[in-house]
């Protein structure tokens, strides 16, 4: 009898991102040195804790990192990456700031870019399919714009 393959578990990180939009720029921040993927941009958000709601995880990430409230939390769609060492599970939120001012608290800056520049900044693997959404989206007209984001959430459910 041969002995089983070693099976490896790759842990799955639970992580919750806004799309914070304000005069068709998108809030993106710049991770910190010291960070995994460090001097990298990044939408905001972070690790879910357990016990906590998508939504509320969200929240506290962005009073703690940027100094703001939100509100108008709109499910935008999931996406999963795979790293060597982990999975990433992302939920995606469109939100507006509700109270403050957003200021680099947990980051090392922040930044207000269109679409068309998000491409220009260096992400992590992982963001570059939301990236890719909003390029396409951005660039389309409204209408049509809606009708593509509304069949790829039918597709994923």
């Known amino acids: 009898m041969r002995p089983l393959p070693h099976v490896r578990v790759v842990p799955t990180c639970k992580v919750a991102l806004a799309v914070v939009e304000r005069r068709k720029r998108y ?5 910190r040195a010291d960070a995994h993927f460090g ?11 357990a016990r906590e709601s998508w939504e509320a995880c ?15 939390l709109r499910g935008f769609g999931r996406l999963q990456h795979r790293y060597p060492d982990r999975r990433i599970s992302f939920r995606i ?3 507006q700031i509700a109270r403050g001012r957003p200021k680099p ?20 693997p992982a963001d570059l399919a939301l990236i890719a959404r ?15 984001l509304t069949r790829q959430r039918r597709n994923r459910s």
């Open 134 to 148: 909003l390029t396409e989206a951005g660039s389309l007209p409204r209408r049509r714009r809606h009708a593509i």
């Open 105 to 124: 608290l947990g980051t090392a800056d922040i930044r207000w870019a269109t679409a068309e520049e998000l491409p220009r900044y260096r992400f992590p």
């Open 58 to 72: 969200l929240r506290r990430e962005l009073r703690e990192e940027l100094g703001v409230s939100v509100r108008a």
């Open 27 to 31: 809030l993106i921040c710049r991770r």
């Open 93 to 95: 939120y469109r939100c």
């Open 39 to 49: 001097g990298y941009w990044e939408f905001p958000g972070g690790k879910k804790e």
